[in-house]
């Protein structure tokens, strides 16, 4: 067959009418053919938009798989319009505002059509058509890949969209193909775009990848099928749902996905069956609106690579997860705003770093026979109106098992908690909760830590092996009232006493305090161990001793005001006087080593001896003993540091780190509200000092509208002058029977002018430790002496003097 030529056989009822005719043209030669006639096309390249009415068969030689090219300048290159049979042909468009491939009409059958193109479609199908295509790949980085539209239909066989402008299969205004084994990659837009009422898709063992957008994309009250098939490699969400949209996953796996794994809104709903999500940057499953709702079922999320929620539920939605696994992401399930509702059956969550469940802003939980492991917070009820059920779930090797706060009413039935690390269940911030039925195990804490103005009610509890004790109440009930109590039991192993006593049933429903038996009345908070009790000093003598520090003259007025101002309140509401309100909170500027410690001690000392605090004790915390590793543990450890400092002083070191400038999830904004609130409720039994470099303190003040206001007073701690920190190494030198030999004192002021005061430098602290080198120094040389005098062990020498740094 000549070059650039085309035979055709024509097949006729009876063989001896079978004939063959070359023909010049491919146009020729389809005018020219009949129904069942096959066109063979040798290799070359036409220039022709071909259109196929007839159910002719159209294919390049056998054994030249795209050696005839069909790539006319513009329009279409080939249209089909009748039940035609097109095999190995090169289709190449150029025009931006056509396809290349055109199906109108018919069930044509296509296969093994390689189409290169840059054209609004790679293959369009439209109206009644209903193609078969098979083994056949479309590059076309112009626009969309496959686009079916118009109620067209048919079916995709082996199929690959190897780049794609836009979507790399569209189906819109009631079309509804069928894809088998297809790969859709690199494609600008959607993998796979399905939208408007009517239309569908259903795929079977496909792939999506290395899409600039979302892998699948359902809206506007189209649905879609898939069975088998995987979504990796994406920009955006692997899978997005929008308006009424409706969508069914069955055994399909979605990974490597750096935004949401799934997203679903505005009514949409999916079913989810024996499917992963893996490796997701933000949700698992991201799930908004009203009437949305996602029904996943034998399902695993796990692993996720950035810092949000697996399964995120909020603006009333809902989601149900039945026998399903979550593990091995920061937080498992956040339910928030009212309306909004999580059903978990059966499932399992498990190395969880945060909170396995969050409920909050007056949303819904409702877990039964699930199993939470390895969490930092087993449950969360956050916030008033947020509430649900936990019903036989198991909760293992948590550091909380559930939290409730602030006026959060869940109803906890027949759950146990095994070997927590701070608590079983602990609820604070007036949360409420119904505990039946529940059990605590070896935890390292309390089993049942309530804290004041908690209305909860527990209802045959047990706890076992608790190192603080069962069950820790509040001293009172509060404006809000304690917790009910009624046939609770603990083998109180867990109390400071020699001889635990037998675990005992309450009879009757009693409130706390003030229970009786296996369950321990209020327990007092533990004072700080001390080396021995020392005579109480009056106000004067502790004065005397801060006059006797070196410098801190500003300082030294700022406390005496201070001191003069409680001294005269104190006087005249002895005489029936109003007294002026002194708030005694302070925060404390400077450097490191200029005396902060040592002025916090003082004035909880002169505090106490004014009778404005029981004890005057200093409890002294930086960061590191404020914030917890989770979400929940930061505001149990601020409230065990403010209950030991109570009645005296709460000295809290470097409190700026606890709001660093890049916080992201940081707990430390948990502290500072924590410690806020305390200070509010309990004003008069703990004095809260702050203290920090002084323009990191000023950007502290401004973390909390509360910070601010809780504290009187800012007094700066200056650094110290040279010759300040000379009477400092003095005064150590007097206290240690050391003496200053003639011309030390003024070696020691060169030596400290000459220091560098960088970061690094301590002030008090850099002189206590000069005077310690100089002990070294000192005794290195007179251990060299046979028989050292007197003066040779006391006098210290200008070449005692440690080197500059």
Not at 288 to 313: F, K, L
Request: charged share 25%; aromatic share 4%.
């Amino acid at each position: 067959m000549a070059q650039g030529t085309v035979q055709v056989t024509h097949t006729g009822t009876s063989r001896w009418r079978r004939r063959t005719g070359e023909y010049a043209s491919l146009t020729a030669a389809l005018e020219a053919a009949a129904d069942g006639d096959v066109l063979t096309v040798a290799p070359g390249t036409y220039r022709e938009n071909l259109v196929i009415a007839r159910a002719v068969t159209l294919r390049g030689p056998e054994g030249s798989v795209g050696s005839v090219r069909i790539a006319p300048v513009d329009g279409v290159p080939l249209t089909l319009r009748a039940s035609a049979v097109v095999q190995d042909l090169h289709v190449e468009g150029q025009d931006s505002a056509a396809p290349a491939l055109l199906i109108e009409e018919g069930s044509p059958e296509i296969a093994d059509v390689r189409i290169v193109t840059r054209s609004a479609a790679g293959i369009e199908v439209r109206g009644a058509a209903r193609p078969s295509v098979r083994r056949c790949t479309v590059d076309n980085p112009a626009g969309v890949g496959i686009a079916v539209l118009d109620g067209a239909g048919g079916v995709f066989e082996e199929c690959e969209i190897v780049s794609a402008g836009q979507s790399g299969v569209a189906v819109r205004d009631g079309g509804h193909p069928r894809l088998e084994r297809c790969r859709v990659h690199h494609a600008s837009g959607a993998g796979l775009s399905v939208t408007g009422e009517g239309s569908g898709l259903e795929a079977v063992g496909c792939e999506m990848y290395e899409i600039k957008g979302s892998g699948i994309q359902v809206t506007a009250r189209a649905s879609a099928h898939l069975t088998d098939c995987t979504v990796h490699r994406t920009s955006a969400d692997g899978v997005t749902l929008d308006t009424d949209a409706v969508l069914t996953l069955a055994d399909c796996d979605i990974h490597d996905i750096p935004e949401n794994a799934v997203d679903l809104r505005s009514r949409a709903v999916l079913t989810l069956t024996r499917s992963t999500v893996r490796r997701f940057g933000r949700n698992g499953l991201s799930v908004w609106d009203p009437g949305t709702r996602v029904d996943a079922n034998q399902c695993e999320i796990h692993d996720s690579t950035g810092d949000y929620p697996a399964v995120w539920v909020s603006d009333g939605a809902t989601v149900i997860l039945d026998s399903c696994r979550v593990h091995d992401v920061p937080d498992a399930l956040f339910v928030l705003d009212r309306g909004s509702r999580a059903d978990v059956v059966d499932s399992d969550l498990s190395q969880v770093r945060n909170t396995a469940v969050s409920v909050s802003d007056g949303a819904t939980a409702q877990l039964d026979d699930c199993r939470i492991r390895e969490a930092s917070t087993g449950a969360w009820f956050r916030d008033h109106g947020s509430g649900g059920t936990l019903n036989n779930c198991t909760i293992d090797a948590a550091q909380t098992g559930v939290i409730v706060t602030k006026g959060a009413d869940p109803v906890i039935e027949r759950c146990t908690v095994t070997s927590p690390a701070e608590a079983g269940f602990y609820v604070s911030a007036e949360g409420r909760g119904t505990f039946n039925g529940c059990r605590v195990t070896g935890s390292e804490g309390y089993g049942f830590h309530v804290m004041e103005g908690c209305r909860t009610t527990l209802t045959r509890c047990r706890t076992e092996r608790c190192a603080r004790g069962g069950y820790e109440f509040p001293e009172s009930t509060g404006q809000g009232g304690g917790p009910v109590v009624e046939d609770c039991t603990s083998d109180e192993s867990g109390l400071r006493t020699s001889t635990p006593p037998p675990a005992t049933v309450l009879t009757a429903t009693q409130q706390a305090p003030g229970l009786l038996g296996s369950v321990p009345a209020p327990r007092p908070v533990e004072p700080p161990a001390v080396a021995a009790a020392e005579p109480a000093r009056t106000s004067g003598e502790v004065l005397g001793e801060l006059d006797a520090l070196v410098g801190l003259d500003s300082v030294k007025r700022e406390v005496r005001a201070l001191t003069d101002m409680i001294e005269v309140g104190r006087r005249r509401l002895q005489a029936g006087l109003k007294a002026a309100s002194v708030r005694r909170h302070l925060v404390f500027t400077g450097s490191p080593g200029t005396g902060k410690t040592t002025v916090a001690r003082l004035y909880g000392e002169i505090l106490a001896a004014l009778g404005v605090l029981e004890r005057g004790h200093l409890v002294e915390v930086s960061r590191v003993d404020l914030v917890g590793e989770h979400i929940g543990s930061t505001a149990i450890r601020t409230q065990e540091a403010f209950d030991r400092a109570r009645g005296g002083v709460l000295f809290v070191d470097e409190a700026y780190a606890l709001s660093p400038e890049d916080s992201g999830r940081d707990f430390g904004r948990e502290a500072i509200d924590t410690l806020v609130k305390l200070m509010e409720d309990h004003r008069d039994a703990v004095v809260v000092i702050v203290a920090g470099y002084t323009h990191e303190m000023e950007r502290f003040l401004t973390v909390n509208p509360g910070v601010a206001s809780r504290f009187s007073r800012t007094i700066t701690f200056s650094d110290y002058e040279p010759a300040e920190l000379l009477r400092i190494v003095e005064q150590q030198s007097r206290e240690q029977e050391y003496s200053l030999a003639s011309g030390t004192g003024e070696a020691l002021l060169k030596y400290f002018t000459e220091l560098p005061k960088g970061p690094a430098f301590g002030n008090g602290r850099t002189a206590r430790q000069t005077f310690e080198s100089m002990v070294e120094r000192h005794a290195g040389r007179v251990a060299q002496l046979a028989d050292p005098s007197t003066d040779d062990l006391t006098l210290l020498y200008p070449e005692d003097l440690p080197e500059l740094p």
